[in-house]
């Protein structure tokens, strides 16, 4: 088990987490598989790229792509470079787009060639594919940094910006571990949206674990076709979430 969970950063938390499984999947889509050995390695590669692009300590950056791969190497990437990442579904209208850019004071975004078109005129957008190589490591975030910054719905009033740091999400990891019984055994589905807080839930619970983060389309994501996704051992998880949690909050659980 790695270093305990206030004294480590979520890139170390990762990489405590590859050493122990280089050879194990990390993450599959319909495309792809990425072993964690070859997913720290990419990681680290985008990290010295977005680097050398002025991506540091501090910064907040936004992502606007398509859930999949890139999209979570990209989130890892920011935090591994020492920012904190800013979700940005391209599936949301552009006016919810424009103001969580504009509220967050975020200047730059990380995006592909499909979703450029979905963030207002003058920011800085760095396509995921044609970022400069680099070699220079970039400044490693502590756990007091930023890792993230996500918005709620709004379904109360306008969305708010919360913020995350590192030492909040490895502590979320440290309870997912303890709670929910997940591990290198395990496959989690990637099912919320990216401005769902619940995404970073399902990452963290298979990235810190040594668990294998699933990724199917979209389209398998509704209906019958969710019930032989690929992730289906993630019911052990539903069945441990029910174990946990208090009976006073079942009572007012929906689905």
């Known amino acids: 088990m790695p270093a305990s969970a206030n004294s480590a950063t979520y890139r170390e938390i990762l990489d405590a987490t590859t ?26 590669n985008r990290a010295r790229r977005l680097a050398a692009v002025g991506v540091g300590r501090g910064d907040i950056i936004g992502i606007c792509l398509h859930p999949g791969l890139e999209m979570v190497v990209s989130q890892l990437a ?33 995006v592909d060639n499909d979703t450029r078109e979905y963030l207002p005129a003058g920011i800085r957008c760095l396509n995921v594919n044609s970022l400069p190589e680099a070699e220079a490591e970039p400044d490693s975030p502590t756990v007091d940094d930023l890792a993230y910054l996500i918005y709620t719905s709004g379904s109360t009033g306008m969305p708010k910006g919360v913020m995350v740091t590192h030492v909040g999400l490895t502590n979320m990891i440290d309870g997912q571990r303890r709670h929910m019984q997940v591990n ?72």
């Open 19 to 44: 050493r122990r499984h280089p050879k194990s999947i990390a993450i599959e889509t319909p495309d792809a598989q990425l072993t964690y050995a070859e997913l720290t390695e990419r990681v680290a």
């Open 78 to 110: 920011v935090m591994y470079a020492g920012g904190a990442y800013l979700p940005l579904d391209p599936n949301y209208p552009a006016e919810r787009l424009s103001y969580m850019v504009e509220d967050s004071h975020t200047t730059t975004v990380i």
């Open 184 to 255: 290198s055994a395990s496959r989690v589905l990637q099912f919320a949206s990216p401005n769902f807080d619940a995404s970073v839930f399902e990452t963290a619970m298979a990235l810190g674990t040594g668990a294998c983060l699933v990724i199917p389309p979209r389209h398998e994501m509704l209906g019958d076709a969710l019930v032989t996704t690929r992730a289906s051992p993630t019911r052990r998880c539903l069945r441990q979430f029910f174990r946990v949690c208090p009976q006073s909050h079942l009572m007012n659980l929906s689905v």
